[in-house]
């Protein structure tokens, strides 16, 4: 079929480096009527661009392109839209386990003889390999070398299956262990500004398998994070399916106020944002003040849209996205056919205030921002620098221990692990360089980092180390303990490694609040380190200020950090860095060459360890039935591929849980118990209790995840009276045992099972695993007050049913234990997007009550994907079909 807007908006143009080609001219639009385009949020017109190109009146509609331009912005009515991303972005927490389900689903498609190559990427891939290392090794020169020799020693079969993939697919390009975290690297590096394939020039788009794939929304591309689930479907050429949003418009005025850093800002709108209850809306950045954020100020705003709920934080193309681009070494061609493309199509510039029509207005007055941290244990809990002390008092109910100078053991508010990591900061030149200010400060006057604490530097990205190099900064950071310990994820997601086990013994006898302050994005319970139950969020220069502090029970803007060998008191703001040491310092790192020149040659050579891996070759991956890391997935079997479209009876509640809870709770991460589920499997198969290694490791084995699966140390299942772990208790014999186990014995006993919990339900991580692990233990559905966006699309596309308490009804309100039996009616008939259903709850005394429910099935291709079995299943049909 052909386009039917092709004559209409089919335009020429000239592009630097690029030449004659073709666009489709969104201005065109509204002179032909179809709608004020030029009054649509430029993040609306970046995805209404992709639906004009693609229509073809099949996948996409004239009517979805004719709706979305007529969109309005407090329109009721909520259309489908399927945007076609430009290209895909994966980490290896997800992507490893994506490309074992490509792998399963090329073996699927070689049992019925069809040819396999029809399972492959459809767009450019970038994969990087950033979730793997661990900080087993810190503060000395060695620890890089000897934590990247862990990473291949640990990770050495699932790397062999990644250079098997890298061969079989076309189309993806691997950045290896070493290079950097993935959403810096493609701030750096990988975004192109446009896009052109087949003669056509479009705007750069994506989704990631990360859920801080937003953070290129700073480089003002339009892309989110999904999870691995919903990125195969992407990567295989599917649309990504969302209703019309909301767009909620930051109006940004005034200027930052010296000594305030781009950290402090994030933390600022991430509380202003999460009131606003943005969840799942389109955030956009517009006014004035928009052009005072440096480039990589807006991608540290950007990076944390899941923390304050949004699907995108976005800030348009503009002079300083130019700017950026040219910093980092991109080529000059490209820069201007970026500039000249956004120009065209009436896209470039922030909007000024009220130039564009927003579903709400809020205000972001940059003048008021003020030094900041987040926690204990979430990321939108903001606290006042000067008010930490009685936060962390008063969130555990603590007193102040007694003053003393024996330091001998371990106190509550300890400092234990202090991290500059995380590519929401270590992008940003103006916060590191600011941290090696204070370091060069703190050095000089023979401060140093208090013995407890375990100091860490992890970089997104080598440049870092370049300028830091450079300007004589990283010294100083070596002298506090913050040596360069790898370039990944590690403490941000929670592989911060072991602390010292005397301390931590005594942590736990003394049931001490231990601490970590971590430049990171999350702070979850239990994700940091077992021991550590307060986390706050800080600039990478707080982090190193509270490190020589060693603990968070402490006033810094009243109370000394730390004292001279000469005994003198030391306040932060004595080596605070000043704007002028921080402007000559930024200017000597805004040098071109560090990008051309870490980036111009070739990524796999850093580590020769990688490039020392055997692996296989051939289409097909030759499965090894003895292997404890890497078996055949699941989820394309028989008893998967069933329409979860049907009436569930007499289900019972595996889990009865809480608001905010978090994939961090669901998902199994961090080590694995030897007496765990996960432990007694492993050990049942050969493997010692040194070599469990730890979940993140063995995602590609679904035996260990599914045993995993809720059994995080903080977890409180009110099905078993609130204890923490992962307990439940089997109905109606009223055992406690795990959650794994009792999923299990029901399985045995046929009886279907249903998750029930609070508000912000699957807050956090792009884990797969959280849906992966949920829909393998048998929940056939999850009755949530609501759910966080990735988290519930992941369900979706694990064919778990998500619906939807109506507002004020919680399980306490509704007064379940448990002990209750469950029917989801309202499923067996035609069942149409976001239709009510009813909850029946079935009480021991005999009462019956009836709880209407929305389905949150919220596009017809979602139900497609339910009524197949999920998303997997649906997309093995869709190539059977087309291969047939």
């Known amino acids: 079929m052909t386009n039917p807007f092709a004559a209409l908006t089919q335009r020429t143009i000239d592009l630097p480096g690029i030449g004659r080609t073709g666009y489709f001219a969104l201005p065109e639009l509204e002179t032909a009527g179809l709608g004020a ?10 995805v209404l661009e992709s639906l004009l190109r693609r229509c073809d009146g099949r996948r996409i509609t004239e009517e979805q392109v004719r709706a979305l331009a007529a969109w309005q912005p407090k329109a009721p009515r909520r259309e489908e839209i399927p945007f076609t991303v430009g290209r895909i972005i994966l980490n290896c927490a997800a992507g490893i386990p994506l490309l074992g389900d490509l792998a399963a689903m090329r073996n699927a498609m070689h049992r019925r003889g069809l040819p396999v190559g029809a399972v492959a990427p459809a767009v450019p891939v970038d994969m990087a390999l950033d979730h793997t290392l661990t900080v087993d090794f810190h ?3 060695d620890a890089l070398q000897r934590n990247m020799a862990l990473e291949i020693e640990r990770n ?86 969302f209703l019309t949003p909301d767009v909620v418009g930051v109006h940004v005025s005034g200027n930052l106020r010296e000594g305030v850093t781009a950290t402090d800002l994030v933390l600022h709108v991430t509380e202003m944002l999460r009131k606003a209850k943005v969840v799942g809306k389109f955030v956009e950045f517009h006014g004035e003040g928009v052009r005072a954020l440096s480039l990589p100020d807006r991608a540290t705003i950007a990076n944390m849209a899941p923390e304050y709920g949004a699907t995108i934080g976005y800030f348009p193309v503009d002079e300083q996205t130019c700017r950026y681009l040219r910093q980092t070494g991109r080529d000059d061609d490209r820069v201007r056919a970026t500039e000249q493309y956004y120009r065209a199509q009436g896209l470039f510039g922030a909007p000024r205030a009220g130039a564009v029509d927003y579903s709400a207005i809020l205000e972001l007055d940059l003048a008021s921002v003020g030094p900041s941290l987040a926690g204990p244990k979430r990321p939108q809990d903001r606290v006042a620098l000067q008010g930490l002390k009685a936060n962390f008092r008063a969130a555990f109910d603590l007193p102040a221990d007694p003053a003393s100078e024996d330091r001998r053991r371990p106190r509550n508010g300890d400092v234990v692990i202090a991290a500059i990591t995380s590519c929401t900061n270590t992008s940003n030149p103006g916060v590191m360089l600011a941290a090696g200010l204070l370091a060069r400060k ?50 941000c997601v929670g592989a911060s490694g072991p602390i010292d086990p005397a301390l931590e013994e005594d942590i736990k006898a003394r049931d001490l609040v231990a601490c970590a302050v971590l430049s990171g994005n999350r702070n979850f319970e239990a994700r940091i380190h077992p021991s550590v139950r307060a986390a706050y969020l800080a600039s990478p220069p707080l982090v190193v200020a509270f490190a020589i502090a060693g603990t968070v029970d402490i006033d810094l803007e009243s109370e000394p950090l730390g004292r001279t060998p000469a005994d003198d008191p030391v306040f932060l703001r004595d080596i ?7 402007a000559d310092a930024l200017a000597a790192a805004a040098d071109p060459a560090f990008y051309r020149e870490t980036y111009s040659g070739d990524l796999t050579d850093l580590n020769p360890r990688w490039r020392e891996i055997p692996f296989e070759s051939g ?45 961090d709770h669901i998902s199994p991460i961090g080590s694995i118990g030897r007496e765990s589920p996960a432990g007694r499997y492993l050990q049942g198969n050969g493997v010692a209790s040194k070599d469990f290694n730890n979940y993140g490791a063995r995602r590609m084995n679904h035996e260990v995840m599914i045993r995993g699966a809720f059994s995080n140390v903080r977890l409180k299942n009110h099905v078993a009276a609130g204890r923490e772990g992962g307990f439940t208790r089997h109905q109606p014999s009223g055992e406690e045992m795990t959650i794994y186990d009792a999923a299990m014995r029901y399985e045995q006993e046929g009886v279907p099972l249903v998750i029930v919990a609070g508000e912000e339900y699957g807050t956090g991580s792009a884990r797969d695993w959280a849906a992966k692990g949920t829909r393998l233990l048998g929940v056939r559905a999850v009755v949530a007050a609501s759910f966080e966006r990735i988290h519930r699309s ?63 099935l919220d596009t017809q291709a979602e139900l497609d994907y339910v009524r197949a079995g999920g998303m997997m299943p649906y997309i093995l049909d869709t190539l059977i079909e087309a291969a047939a």
């Open 37 to 46: 385009i030029s009054r649509m949020p430029v993040v609306l017109r970046v």
């Open 139 to 141: 503060g000395t020169p």
């Open 156 to 241: 050495h079969e699932r790397f062999q299956f990644v250079k098997w993939a890298m061969q079989a697919y076309d189309g993806i390009r691997l950045l290896p262990p070493g290079a950097g975290i993935l959403h810096q690297l493609n701030l750096e590096f990988l975004a192109p500004g446009i896009l052109w394939k087949d003669g056509l020039a479009f705007p750069d788009t994506m989704v990631g398998t990360d859920s801080h794939s937003c953070m290129i929304a700073g480089l003002g591309v339009v892309g989110w994070g999904v999870g691995g689930i919903e990125a195969q479907g992407a990567l295989l050429g599917q649309p990504v399916g």
């Open 442 to 491: 703190a050095a000089a006057l023979g401060l140093r980092a208090a013995p407890w604490v375990k100091t860490s530097l992890t970089p997104g990205s080598l440049v870092v180390s370049r300028y830091l190099e450079a300007s004589g900064l990283q010294a100083s950071l070596d002298a506090m303990g913050f040596a360069v310990a790898g370039y990944s994820c590690a403490t």
């Open 576 to 582: 605070w860095p000043t704007a002028a040491e921080l």
């Open 619 to 663: 289409a097909l991956f030759p499965w090894a039935s003895g292997s404890s890391y890497i078996k055949e997935p699941p989820f394309l079997a028989d008893p998967l591929r069933r329409s979860a479209l049907q009436d569930i009876v007499g289900a019972r509640a595996l889990a009865i849980l809480g608001n905010s809870v978090t994939t």
């Open 794 to 856: 992941n369900l979706v596309g694990m064919g778990v049913l998500p619906c939807q308490l109506p507002d004020g009804t919680t399980a306490e309100t509704l007064g379940l234990d448990g002990t209750e039996t469950l029917d989801l009616t309202g499923l067996a008939d035609e069942v149409r997007a976001g239709q009510p259903v009813t909850l029946r709850i079935h009480r021991r005394d005999g009462s019956v009550a009836a709880v209407p429910l929305r389905l949150r």
